[in-house]
């Protein structure tokens, strides 16, 4: 129970940083699919990556932006995606 209220309070600490840190370009492709609501198979297929380096770069941005779920993911994620 402890180590979930330390990770509760990284992710809401990490969501508040600003501009402390930086998506990589890849990152950003990631985002940019999962915005398009593509699947993690089509995500792979479309950026020639296997389906378990989507699934890390999807927890990555999941822990990077604090969210916990697409909705908060897409709407923290909205600083990085420049078509917008």
């Known amino acids: 129970m402890e180590q979930l209220q330390l990770l ?14 930086q998506l990589s370009e890849r990152e950003v492709e990631v985002l940019r699919c999962i915005k398009q609501g593509l ?4 995500i792979s297929e479309k950026l020639y990556i296997s389906q378990n380096t989507v699934s890390t770069y999807r927890h990555r941005l999941t822990t990077k932006l604090g969210a916990h779920n697409v909705a908060q993911l897409i709407e923290r994620g909205r600083r ?3 078509d917008e």
């Open 8 to 21: 509760r309070e990284k992710n809401s600490a990490t969501a508040t940083m600003g501009e402390a840190f």
């Open 39 to 42: 699947t993690t198979s089509t």
């Open 80 to 82: 990085f995606l420049d």
